[in-house]
């Protein structure tokens, strides 16, 4: 075998062994890319993602206006006078009682009204807890007010609130902020009306909504 | 030279140039665009981190804010009998809304995802969501709950549950997901009759068949609930 031969054999080794490389690294990042992408993709997709950031927005305004009012109590209270820790427990007393239920309230809000037939429990616990979480602070079915303490409950006879049958039509009041409260109306009325079981879903905004219901508080027996 | 042998030089070396610019262009497709999937998932997921840190820290300041406000309306009641009266009252809403820690009997309800199906699909059947946990609350509340807590955060009057897939978000929490564990101080006896009916949670139920969602509980003699450590939002109800 001549000299000459041998370079060229050699020549053409290298050749195969650049290619080879060149191939593997383009192969390899190829491969780690989609590995990443699919190891960052698990389990969540990037709606879910938008959601997510646009819920915690929303709560960590809501979380910034509580500190602020929290605050503003504390300054009123470490003033020292009694008639001022007198009226920060006042306004606390009105602002949890009206959360829980306990007294008439009113404020702008939503009316949905929902004719059905067959609709159950668990399908007014979904229209209230959507309405809840577009802002709710203060819900009724047909003149029952409901908290999240309240059952609603399927009987033989139909859906009760609290022990008390509510037969449909519901009419389901919400106070709370009319805007993010219509546009969560406008979903679910949309929604209903794509329900066989649903002959009319209807929605309207009031600037000042009465919920005049109660609810009686429960003694606690078990908790304390 | 021969002119052949030219020729073939040519040939090979356009043949190069071609397969250089379609293996260019397939780099590009290929590797760039996954790339700029990935730089933009991470951006958001970097935004959900600094979202759920400075969430974490409000709501450290809001509790640390309750302890410090409640001490100074338990100062201002020992000076006056009437600022006491109104103390009285206001603890004891506070309990009832969930906003200081209750202990007592209660069970215990641990929920975690199944095994996705073989022809499911898209579907996420099998991972524990915020429908669930709604429905459980319902059933305990039903049953005689006094107090609830999800994964440690404490359910209120206002509470709502939203979330996509398997997560589940609590008023204004950081979503939570599977394994999850609900604790429920009240009627031990009548929570867990509740629960061991088998024509509750029809959903919940369904899915331990289809994709194995696992559910269990158990009573315990005495639960501590923590104190919600958020906003229980009441801005825009006046009262009459």
């Known amino acids: ?224 | 030279m021969s002119r052949r042998r030219v020729g073939s030089i040519f040939v090979v070396a356009a043949v190069a140039l071609a397969t250089g610019f379609l293996v260019a262009g397939q780099v590009k497709v290929q590797l760039l665009t996954p790339s700029n999937q990935v730089a933009r998932y991470q951006a958001l997921v970097r935004s959900v981190q600094e979202l759920e840190a400075s969430n974490a820290q409000s709501r450290l300041k809001i509790a640390v804010l309750r302890s410090q406000i409640d001490a100074l309306e338990a100062a201002a009641a020992q000076r006056s009998a009437a600022t006491q009266a109104l103390q009285s009252q206001v603890a004891d809403l506070r309990l009832h809304a969930g906003l200081t820690p209750l202990h007592g009997p209660g069970v215990e309800i641990d929920i975690a995802n199944g095994v996705p199906g073989a022809d499911s699909g898209g579907e996420v059947g099998y991972l524990v969501n915020f429908k669930d946990v709604q429905d459980l609350v319902n059933l305990l509340v039903a049953n005689g709950a006094e107090g609830i807590a999800v994964n440690g955060r404490r359910i209120t009057p206002l509470s709502a549950f939203s979330g996509s897939g398997g997560q589940v978000i609590i008023d204004q929490g950081p979503p939570v997901s599977a394994p999850i564990m609900v604790l429920a101080v009240g009627d031990r006896l009548r929570m867990e009759a509740a629960l061991g009916d088998p024509s509750g949670l029809p959903d919940i139920r369904a899915r331990e068949v289809q994709y194995q969602l696992q559910i269990s509980f158990r009573g315990r003699p005495d639960l501590a609930l923590p104190a919600y450590d958020s906003s229980l939002d009441t801005r825009h109800v006046g009262t009459l």
């Not at chain 1, 009694?82 to 009206?98: G, I, M, P, S």
């Open chain 1, 1 to 224: 075998m001549s000299a000459r031969y041998r370079n060229r054999a050699g020549g053409r080794v290298l050749g195969v062994w650049l290619i080879a490389l060149l191939v593997a690294l383009v192969a390899t990042v190829q491969i780690r890319s989609q590995v990443e992408v699919e190891r960052s993709f698990a389990g969540t997709d990037t709606a879910s993602l938008a959601f997510l950031i646009d819920n915690l927005h929303r709560a960590n305004d809501s979380l910034q206006a509580e500190t602020a009012d929290l605050m503003q109590r504390q300054l009123t209270l470490q003033s020292g006078s009694d008639t001022a820790a007198d009226q920060v427990l006042t306004d606390e007393a009105t602002r949890l009682r009206a959360a829980e239920g306990l007294v008439p309230v009113h404020g702008p809000g939503v009316v949905l009204v929902v004719s059905a037939a067959g609709l159950q429990a668990l399908d007014l616990q979904d229209a209230l807890n959507n309405l809840a979480v577009g802002g709710a602070e203060a819900m009724s079915v047909n003149d029952r007010r409901v908290v999240l303490g309240v059952p609603v409950q399927q009987t033989p006879g139909g859906v009760t609130i609290g022990g008390v049958q509510v037969q449909p039509p519901w009419t389901i009041s919400a106070i709370g902020d009319a805007n993010r409260l219509a546009q969560a109306a406008d979903l679910m009325t949309q929604q209903m009306r794509a329900d066989r079981r649903v002959r009319q879903a209807t929605y309207r905004v009031e600037a000042d909504l009465v919920i005049r219901a109660i609810v009686t508080e429960r003694p606690f027996v078990y908790g304390s």
